[in-house]
């Protein structure tokens, strides 16, 4: 039985379905959902040359991952359950951002990780990696991956 579903959110065609997917279960196990997305303080710092703060960064990052939160949220507004939206931060890309979803499962005492995956392959796959496939290799959790369907 699934207590507390994390459930990755970024702005990729697969995250409503992944949602989807884990709104079924957490209705079913009477779970509570964490809906995590995770924003590169790197990114954020190329967008805004000038702001060397890292305060400032933080801000802005956590401005961003809300907006990306937001539709997830309404997504979920029919869950009868808790829903605990967040927020983490990362300085790179693939594995960083991977390890910091496996970090928050464990602060949460995850039981599930349901994440949606862009469906990648061959040298796009080599160039870019794979968070979903980085999870799934270094979770002790089950990890549910959806598939886009674009």
């Excluded at 890292?54 to 956590?62: E, I, K, P």
């Excluded at 927020?87 to 990780?113: F, P, Q, S």
Aim: proline share 4%.
């Amino acid at each position: 039985m699934y207590q507390r579903i994390l459930v990755a959110i970024d702005n990729s065609h697969s995250t409503p379905r992944a949602l989807d997917e884990a709104l079924k279960l957490a209705g079913i196990h009477q779970a509570e959902l964490h809906l995590v997305t995770v924003i590169n303080l790197l990114e954020v710092a190329v967008d805004e040359p000038r702001s060397h703060d890292t305060s400032r960064l933080t801000t802005q990052a956590d401005a961003q991952g809300e907006a990306i939160l937001a539709p997830a949220l309404a997504q979920a507004a029919s869950h009868t359950g808790p829903v605990h939206p967040a927020v983490r931060h990362c300085w790179e890309g693939g594995k960083d951002i991977a390890h910091a979803l496996l970090v928050h499962a464990k602060e949460i005492d995850a039981d599930l990780i349901v994440m949606g995956t862009h469906g990648r392959h061959g040298l796009r796959h080599a160039l870019l990696g794979s968070v979903a496939e980085y999870v799934m290799r270094e979770s002790h959790l089950p990890v549910l991956v959806v598939r886009s369907a674009h």
